[in-house]
């Protein structure tokens, strides 16, 4: 029996709840908020009541409490912004790169040093003037200095790996080496394959979810650095408007991504070229160097006895988190010159969807206006002015803030759209100051030279490529739910069986249908970027929520169908369409679809 | 020596000898030792509820049927009408699929939702029926347990209203690897080879995971 200070019977999860309720209320005594600081921050109401924050899942309604702990307390903001090292290549790899897979057998494994099984198709047309080698493997970090340290899976042992740079016209190739081991700390699997999102790669180096590789194999990946349209409508070097710019990539074994990628493995992959150059005194003079930060967030929870990173296994609706992580700490905090930024955001899930607004705590009523200057890895025609940008898992947007209003000031990234459980959001934004502060930054180091552009002088940058023309065939796919099977027409994943065959070189329509009002989807389609037709029957919106340019990753938001266009170029193999709710995914939310010289025209595949 | 220690002593033997037959079989490292993480994975996941199989053995869901082996679980119910004879026929050709290793290392398992009609003899003629061989039992159980079974192990929906809706329970398989914490679900109308593959990625150190 539990009785509340009152001494009142409760029972026990109403007791837990309270006691969740009490080491938040230390958590924020610790990070010395005021009670004032509490109640702008709807952390406290004015009766002096705290309010809940609890780790949340699909299934923390459960008569049987304790399905999903409550993290331990940790004190927001005491630990400064991981910034990634740049991934650094490699004079030369040993055994050296091959057009056909190292199938020469392991002595020590019995199995062949490399897990591909096809040829690079595009190797000897781009052969890589760039080598990198890259380890997966386990790594200790901290998340919040209150936590004890945790045993991640990283790209070279970092939770988010290296940053790479590529720049167009420089053909790369990445050996990944597989140094997972058996034992997974609970949850993770050691055989990985890795997908660059949403890079233009042949089929065989996309990380095709059963191209997976197991520990002690290496897997090479080519990425040739060309720009979609080569080899079809914009030869030989492709059309500049499908330039790409931030990327992102992460393991993507079939049925295991939301646990491999929760357990650390993704990291942020950046295209340059000769206008998005990485110097802000040339080409678009986009924010660079130290102004140029990738942020990538992640929401988890961590076991209340062990503090230890704890993940759902049984889950199927979506996963949750109650901490909230920027590039791998737990609300860190940022200090920055009063000049123009470019941060590029990501969601890396598993689940969560976010609106992120900038909040002045002390100015609640301020809307702090920015520029969305990219939807996923695409550039816009030229930068919006937002007040909050929208995303779902694998969305990312680049926006460019300039600080120089808020000298002396702190802001705060908050993510104000309201989620409890995995299935999606409820659409309900919360009032400033009421959602998830997830960065502090503070606009206190000195005034330096700014030679970046003004997004306010309207600079222009890619066109969009014409969505006119007339498609070969137009599909349809709906997403739904059949006995806790994530469905696609009704169908389930299977890696073996090609759902529908694109002929190479034509332009498809895509209609996407959710008809329910209970789940959103986040869907996320391989290769080549789309862009939006119509959101049920309306074009797409400018603002206030972008949803033009082009994407990978699209919204399928409640009772929503989407008609996407498409052009299929260049390279040929199998490649996936999933929802990116990485919880979804793993449940059979995905199918193949092959590039073929020939095609089909199987209208609801 | 009270029922659950004697049911516990009984659990040891196999499960040694299995990481044993691991090892000979050629496998390079050892079956991970008893850890916190599987501890807290047991705990959280796996009660120790008794059922009773559709051949009338009393066994305990975690010392029994699921510590140290390589399982597939899922729900279903004999008077089910539409989904549960489809997944069961299904994986019946995921049983054949499978072959020798049911019942060896791998054990398939499907709880009933409806313990009350279903007892050990309505479960075995369901079994007869649907032509399932050995290494994979219909369990049943006090209806209390079944319930924390269910919700344990994940085969809920977030919608109260679905959640009671029986004809249109989880119709998931469970799969997983329990010494090494390996676990992950296919649709039970999944293609049977497609099931099967899957399971058999988890078949350590007998399949290595590897793409194709
Ligand atoms: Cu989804």
Redesign the pocket.
């Given at each position: 029996m539990y009785h509340n200070v009152l001494g009142k019977r409760v029972s026990r999860a109403r007791f837990k709840e309270i006691i969740t309720a009490m080491r938040n209320r230390q958590e924020l005594i610790a990070a010395q908020l005021s009670r004032r600081d509490l109640i702008k921050m709807g952390l406290l109401t004015s009766a002096g009541y705290l309010i809940p924050k609890r780790g949340l899942s699909a299934r923390w309604e459960s008569p049987i409490p304790d399905d999903q702990p409550a993290s331990p307390p940790t004190t927001p903001f005491v630990e400064q912004l991981p910034i990634m090292p740049v991934k650094q290549s490699v004079a030369s790899l040993s055994p050296a790169p091959t057009v056909c897979p190292n199938t020469a057998i392991n002595p020590a494994t019995g199995f062949p040093f490399e897990g591909r099984t096809r040829c690079h198709q595009a190797f000897t047309q781009f052969p890589p003037q760039v080598l990198y080698q890259v380890v997966q493997q386990p790594g200790q970090v901290t998340m919040s200095p209150q936590l004890p340290t945790q045993t991640i899976w990283g790209f070279d042992g970092i939770a988010p790996g290296p940053t790479y740079h590529q720049t167009y016209g420089q053909p790369i190739l990445v050996r990944n080496v597989n140094n997972l081991p058996l034992n997974n700390g609970g949850f993770g699997i050691n055989s990985v394959t890795t997908h660059l999102h949403n890079n233009h790669t042949p089929s065989e180096s996309d990380g095709f979810p059963c191209d997976f590789f197991a520990e002690r194999q290496y897997y090479d990946q080519h990425y040739p650095g060309v720009l979609a349209g080569f080899a079809s409508d914009h030869p030989p070097h492709g059309d500049i408007n499908e330039s790409l710019s931030t990327l992102w990539y992460h393991d993507h074994r079939v049925d295991f991504t939301s646990q491999n990628i929760y357990k650390g493995l993704a990291g942020f992959f950046l295209l340059f070229n000769q206008f998005d150059t990485g110097d802000e005194t040339t080409g678009f003079h986009l924010p660079s160097g130290e102004f140029d930060i990738p942020m990538l967030f992640a929401d988890k929870v961590f076991d209340p006895t062990s503090g230890l990173l704890f993940f759902d296994t049984f889950n199927l609706d979506?996963i949750l988190g109650d901490k909230f992580l920027v590039n791998g700490k737990i609300q860190p905090f940022l200090h920055v010159h009063p000049r123009r930024y470019r941060f590029r955001w990501l969601d890396s899930g598993p689940s969560r969807f976010y609106q992120i607004f900038l909040t002045d705590l002390n100015n609640l009523s301020a809307h702090n206006a920015f520029w969305q200057i990219a939807n996923d890895g695409n550039l816009l025609p030229t930068p919006v002015q937002v007040k909050s940008v929208r995303i779902g898992v694998a969305e990312r947007v680049d926006v460019i803030i300039d600080f120089r209003p808020f000298a002396g000031k702190t802001i705060y990234l908050e993510n104000r759209l309201e989620q409890e459980d995995g299935r999606g959001p409820t659409d309900n934004i919360l009032r400033a100051g009421h959602g998830n502060l997830l960065l502090k930054i503070i606009v206190d180091l000195p005034t330096v030279a700014d030679n970046s552009v003004d997004p306010a002088t309207r600079p222009q940058f890619y066109s969009l490529p014409s969505a006119t023309p007339t498609p070969r065939v137009t599909r349809r796919f709906d997403?739904d739910n059949s006995n806790g099977g994530?469905t696609i027409n009704d169908q389930f994943m299977d890696c073996n069986a090609p759902r529908f065959t694109v002929q190479q070189n034509t332009v498809e329509h895509w209609i996407l249908i959710n008809s329910s009002g209970d789940?959103?989807?986040?869907?996320h389609i391989h290769f080549e970027e789309f862009q939006i037709l119509s959101i049920n029957g309306h074009p797409p919106a400018a603002s206030p929520l972008v949803q033009t340019g082009r994407k990978d990753v699209v919204r399928?938001e409640f009772d929503t169908t989407i008609e996407l266009f498409f052009r299929f170029r260049d390279f040929l193999g199998r490649y996936p369409m999933h929802?990116?709710?990485t919880?979804?995914?793993d449940h059979a939310?995905m199918l193949r679809w092959d590039i073929a010289p020939v095609g089909d025209t199987n209208r609801n595949p | 020596m009270d029922r659950r220690t004697l049911l516990a002593g009984l659990t040891v033997a196999p499960f040694a000898a299995m990481a044993y037959a691991w090892e000979a079989r050629g496998g390079r490292r050892e079956v991970p030792p008893p850890s916190p993480e599987r501890e807290a994975f047991r705990a959280r996941y796996f009660p120790n509820v008794v059922l009773t199989t559709h051949l009338g053995e009393k066994v305990r869901f975690y010392d029994d049927l699921i510590k140290g082996k390589i399982v597939t679980i899922n729900f279903m119910f004999t008077a089910c009408p539409k989904v549960c004879p489809r997944i069961t026929t299904n994986l019946v050709k995921v049983q054949k699929l499978l072959g020798h290793r049911v019942g060896r290392d791998i054990f398939m398992y499907s709880i009933t939702l409806d313990p009350e009609h279903d007892t050990p003899a309505v479960l075995k003629e369901f079994a007869k029926m649907h032509h399932v061989s050995p290494g994979w039992l219909f369990l049943t159980g006090k209806p209390e347990d079944i319930e924390v079974l269910r919700r344990k192990l994940g085969f809920t929906y977030a919608d109260p209203r679905l959640d009671k809706d029986k004809e249109r329970h989880i119709g998931n398989v469970r799969y997983g690897n329990e010494p090494l914490l390996w676990w992950a679900a296919c649709p039970g109308l999944a293609h049977a080879e497609w099931i099967a593959e899957s399971i058999s990625w988890v078949d350590w150190p007998k399949n290595r995971p590897t793409g194709r």
């Open positions: 979506g997403f994530w789940w959103q989807h986040p869907i399928l929802c990116h709710n919880v979804h995914e939310m | -």
